[in-house]
């Protein structure tokens, strides 16, 4: 009885002092019951990397959904429940997950195995925008390059928990890099229809910078490289002149971030909103969209969500 009543206290709480005592009283990487290894992923992205490469083998659970916003992400409770029955986690990394970091660590010192899919990244291919100086932009999948590097991880820290499965991860992640690969010269090629002096991508945060690079936008954001970072006045009036001034043809809204501050700068500067753009977290899975060329694609899907983010700016700024 005592302990049951200490147990609702700390669910209560939520704090993540509570958090690591409920991991405590729970126990880490407990299993499930149909003898599968248990995965859990924090991000859509990442999420939806991991369960390409586990296929059927392994049960994949997911901490954020769609329309979450990682940067902002507050652990809860029930977030250390599904943590307590991880066998190992898989997560981005580069302070992504800014409020996890810590139970990560937590976790990780109690025996279940972490894993960043960007740990292997080299830092030559980072960015680290001026305004967020002393870290790297961690939004690395708006990059198909990177990316598709990252599949290594996720494929070599299955194999590693689950040596039986090992040839099924390397044939899955093969297939799933020649997908990301395919992306890049898809989206090259629909950029390339776009005038050079219309590739000004304009939105909420800094979240598109490799996209930016990979596929040659010159990418402004209103907020810094988090959410967490507000707006200020004297922002909102410089990008007022500058898509006033560079005769930007549209602007857009973010799915996982308040479109006000858009909204606002697109009333002023008399632009027109070009449509919503899925940065932090991806669409619903099974949602299938239709792109101008009639193809059809699940925004739940990474492939998808580029598909989606591509179409929508090319028709934007056409």
Not at 57 to 63: G, K, Q, S, T
Not at 277 to 303: C, H, N
């Amino acid at each position: 009885m005592l302990l049951f009543f200490v147990r609702r206290r700390l669910m209560e709480l939520l704090g993540l002092g509570s958090i690591f005592t409920i991991l405590f009283f729970a126990g880490c990487g407990a299993g499930d019951s149909d003898g599968k290894l248990v995965v859990v992923s924090t991000t859509t992205h990442v999420t939806d990397m991991v369960k390409f490469v586990a296929g059927d083998r392994l049960e994949v659970i997911a901490l954020m959904g769609p329309g979450v916003d990682p940067h902002l992400y507050k652990p809860s409770a029930g977030d250390a429940a599904i943590l307590a029955k991880a066998d190992l986690i898989l997560y981005n990394g580069l302070m992504l997950e800014g409020r996890m970091a810590d139970i990560f660590a937590k976790v990780s010192r109690r025996g279940t195995k972490t894993y960043a899919v960007t740990e292997t990244v080299s830092e030559e291919l980072l960015l680290e925008p001026k305004e967020f100086e002393g870290h790297w932009d961690p939004h690395v999948w708006f990059d198909p390059e990177i990316w598709s590097k990252c599949i290594e991880v996720v494929r070599d820290a299955l194999s590693e928990n689950d040596p039986a499965g090992k040839a099924g991860y390397a044939e899955r992640a093969e297939a799933l890099k020649t997908q990301y690969l395919a992306v890049t010269h898809w989206a090259q090629s629909r950029i390339s229809e776009l005038p050079e002096e219309s590739r000004y991508l304009v939105t909420s945060h800094d979240a598109f910078n490799y996209f930016g690079r990979a596929f040659g936008l010159e990418v402004l954001a209103v907020q810094g490289i988090s959410t967490a970072t507000e707006a200020g006045l004297a922002d909102r009036v410089a990008m007022v002149d500058f898509v006033k001034k560079h005769g930007v043809k549209a602007i857009f809204v973010e799915s996982s971030v308040n479109p006000a501050i858009i909204e606002g700068i697109a009333k002023e500067a008399g632009v027109m909103i070009g449509g919503e753009l899925f940065s932090d977290a991806m669409g619903q899975p099974g949602r299938l969209e239709k792109g101008p060329d009639g193809e059809q694609y699940d925004i739940g899907t990474w492939v998808g969500m580029m598909k989606h983010n591509v179409n929508v700016i090319v028709e934007g700024l056409k």
